[in-house]
T-cell receptor
Framework: AQTVTQSQPEMSVQEAETVTLSCTYD???????LFWYKQPPSRQMILVIR??????QNATENRFSVNFQKAAKSFSLKISDSQLGDAAMYFC??????????FGKGTLLTVNP | EAGVAQSPRYKIIEKRQSVAFWCNPI?????LYWYQQILGQGPKLLIQ????????DSQLPKDRFSAERLKGVDSTLKIQPAKLEDSAVYLC??????????????FGPGTRLTVL
């Protein structure tokens, strides 16, 4: 079974600085997708960014980018120019051949003004 | 485009009572998911529908939980009778296709259930 591990329960960053959230996963599959979701206090899970395993180029969405290391099974999220609105719980998720989304336990990000 | 709608947002019940949650997916989305998110954890899939058929309910506690998706659109999730350990946020999500690794899920705001 696939597992997703987020080793940082909490992280903090100063406004306008850069922060990186870590995620590792375990799988024997070659075709899969990886996702980062953001869950603010309102509880709604919002898709931040996604990465296809077959693509070598790292995905980027505005201030959000990933560092996808397939051999190392690592999928970190970098947030540049952090804003107060980025404060939330961030979940890394994996989707493989069984089509299920498997989530990590999350990283709580605090942004300090 | 309207997002996934859920109601109620909050529910408090006594143990052994029954409760039902409602979800309206994004228009045109064939696949609907119910997740349970216990405090401090990531969401766990309870059941997945493709149109009005069940694709996966392997983690649904069928002795007390039930779900249906009438006419392939709205869905209800019911707990009967509730236990203390059912206290959690129940998230509904929908996606366009479903049986594709690339299919992206979009989530509703969730229902926070407290069982006393």
């Amino acid at each position: 079974a696939q597992t997703v591990t987020q080793s940082q329960p909490e992280m903090s960053v100063q406004e306008a600085e850069t922060v990186t959230l870590s995620c590792t996963y375990d799988t024997s599959e070659s075709d899969y997708y990886l996702f980062w979701y953001k869950q603010p206090p309102s509880r709604q899970m919002i898709l931040v960014i996604r990465q296809e395993a077959y693509k070598q180029q790292n995905a980027t969405e505005n201030r959000f980018s990933v560092n996808f290391q397939k051999a190392a099974k690592s999928f970190s999220l970098k947030i540049s120019d952090s804003q107060l609105g980025d404060a939330a719980m961030y979940f890394c998720a994996y989707r493989g051949s069984n089509y299920k989304l498997t989530f990590g336990k999350g990283t709580l990000l605090t942004v300090n003004p | 485009e309207a997002g996934v709608a859920q109601s109620p947002r909050y529910k408090i019940i006594e143990k052994r009572q029954s409760v039902a949650f409602w979800c309206n997916p994004i228009s045109g989305h064939a696949t609907l998911y119910w997740y349970q998110q216990i405090l401090g954890q990531g969401p766990k899939l309870l059941i997945q529908f493709q149109n009005n058929g069940v694709v996966d309910d392997s983690q649904l506690p069928k002795d007390r939980f039930s779900a249906e998706r009438l006419k392939g659109v709205d869905s209800t999730l019911k707990i009967q009778p509730a236990k203390l350990e059912d206290s959690a946020v129940y998230l509904c999500a929908s996606s366009l296709g479903g049986l594709s690794v690339a299919d992206t899920q979009y989530f509703g705001p969730g229902t926070r259930l407290t069982v006393l």
